[in-house]
């Protein structure tokens, strides 16, 4: 298997980012990958944020993977900072073969790199499987994720 | 009862702030309420990110709850902006008088004006009171949070 890239997204990822955020049983209802409009302007935001990571895993120039991560300070836990994971999806013909555990590992390195002293996301209830994924990379289940759309 | 302010956090709050980060059955070992230092550092990199926006609430002077809400664009749903609800706390004096209610309608208010269109948060396993209270001002439970210390 050639090598894998992790780099930060550019403009011309996103019909493939798009594509696997869409490309699942949740996002499938959500998404609309006809229209990138909508993802143009989130990418600007996301770019002009020094605190906000969103990054492609790149193998052979396919985009195979992505995922967003947030440096977050904080007061609390002795005036912690966090990051947090959001939006990782892994392209259908590579799951199974470690790339979101290198995914993940890049987001932890990244994170103790910058300084974080905790990693934390949410996963959907339904996501059993991403359940124990998480689990065998060290993530504890300890809390409970709410939502609310406004 | 007086009147209630909600407003930014300044320098001169942190002993305050501290206080209640602390005085929580597991804010009592993460905290050090004796030596400032960390927070001092941790506020002046939240005060400086124009997407963190944490809050006291002040009765009478005296600060009585605090929150802080990070604002973060993201690609999924559609390119949709979401905002984060960290670090609840009330004082010891004024739980059960509707002040978390008060502060929490304030982040949801704030993250609307903020161009949000969901606000989420997560509270550790063991505090089912938190679960029912968010779940009242219509939360939904549907998220399970990992989280990792590195």
New interface residues.
């Given amino acids: 298997m050639s090598d894998l890239e992790i780099r930060p997204a550019a403009p011309h990822d996103l019909p493939a980012?798009?594509a696997m955020?869409a490309d699942d049983p949740l996002?499938a209802r959500?998404?609309?990958p006809d229209d990138l409009t909508?993802?143009?302007?989130?990418?600007t935001?996301?770019t002009a944020?020094p605190?906000?990571h969103?990054v492609v895993a790149v193998r052979d120039d396919r985009v195979v993977g992505t995922l967003?991560l947030?440096v977050?300070?904080?007061?609390?836990?002795?005036?912690?900072?966090r990051s947090?994971i959001?939006?990782v999806r892994i392209h259908a013909d590579e799951r199974g073969n470690g790339l979101g555990t290198r995914l993940i590992e890049w987001a932890?390195d990244e994170?103790?790199r910058q300084g974080?002293?905790?990693?934390?996301?949410?996963?959907?209830?339904t996501r059993t499987d991403a359940?124990r994924f998480?689990?065998r990379?060290?993530?504890?289940?300890?809390?409970?994720?709410?939502?609310?759309?406004?």
């Fill in positions: 980012i798009v955020l996002g959500r998404e609309s909508p993802y143009t302007a989130a990418l935001r996301l944020d605190n906000q969103l967003q947030t977050i300070p904080g007061l609390s836990r002795r005036g912690s900072t947090i959001e939006g932890v994170s103790r974080c002293q905790l990693v934390q996301l949410t996963s959907d209830a359940h998480y689990e990379l060290g993530f504890e289940a300890s809390h409970v994720g709410f939502k609310l759309s406004i």
